[in-house]
């Protein structure tokens, strides 16, 4: 069955560093997005994806993050000055053009801590 | 803005008890419902999903169902599991737009043996 996956596992930075976390959606999918939990909390969304270009994207989605679809596979969040409460668990998310509105595919998400 | 409320945990049950979450919806338009389920130290997992009003998910002796009159999606099992702890997020998708998928607060379950 095809599956979202998400690289690395866990990522540790140095606060103020830069971080790309990636993922590799499933291959006929057409949106992409990101989210992110902070330990104990709830999944917010952070940004959604489509045809090259942002579609929607939240508050918490401010200048210091990018997204990117470098080729034809990958999809990454980049931060570009990491933040103590950056620290959560990064989710990639994709779907289908028929699946619009259905679901969305999670992949195991990538826990990133900031010291 | 759409947003998704559940009853807040934890919830204790004894194994082979009845579990109910309550989640309702606020939502322009006609959202997409889903249940997520997160095991400890894992990624999120769809448990199930409705479509529109009165469609009833089912997995796993999980079920919900889409009431568009109430603006309900309630999680039910008959018989729980100790493998049934986890915990558990109600969510919406929107319909437009980005389609993001708009998560409750997550309520977590302990099944005692």
């Known amino acids: 069955e095809p599956e979202v996956t998400q690289t690395p596992s866990h990522q540790v930075t140095q606060m103020g560093q830069e971080v790309i976390l990636r993922c590799v959606p499933i291959?006929?999918?057409?949106?992409f997005y990101w989210y992110r939990q902070i330990l104990g909390q709830k999944v917010e969304f952070l940004v959604s994806?489509?045809?090259?270009?942002?579609?929607?994207k939240s508050e918490i989605f401010d200048d210091q993050f990018s997204v990117e679809r470098p080729d034809g596979s990958n999809f990454t969040l980049k931060i570009r000055s990491t933040k103590l409460e950056d620290s959560a668990m990064y989710f990639c998310?994709?779907?289908?053009?028929?699946?619009?509105?259905?679901?969305?595919?999670f992949g195991p998400g990538t826990r990133l801590t900031v010291l | 803005g759409d947003s998704v409320t559940q009853m807040e945990g934890p919830v204790t049950l004894s194994e082979e008890a009845f579990l109910t979450i309550n989640c309702t919806y606020t939502?322009?338009?006609?959202?997409?419902l889903f249940w997520y389920v997160q095991y400890p130290g894992e990624g999120l997992q769809l448990l199930l999903k409705?479509?529109?009003?009165?469609d009833k998910g089912s997995n796993k002796g999980f079920e919900a169902t889409y009431r568009k009159e109430t603006t309900s999606f309630h999680l039910e099992k008959g018989s729980v599991q100790v493998s049934d702890s986890a915990v558990y997020f109600c969510?919406?998708?929107?319909?437009?737009?980005?389609?993001?998928?708009?998560f409750g607060a997550g309520t977590r379950l302990f099944v005692k043996a």
């Open positions: 998310a994709s779907s289908d053009r028929t699946s619009g509105v259905g679901e969305q595919f």
């Open positions: 291959s006929n999918h057409l949106y």
């Open positions: 994806f489509y045809n090259n270009e942002i579609s929607e």
């Open positions: 939502a322009t338009g006609y959202p997409s």
């Open positions: 409705a479509t529109k009003a009165d």
């Open positions: 969510a919406l998708r929107t319909n437009t737009g980005g389609f993001k998928t708009i």
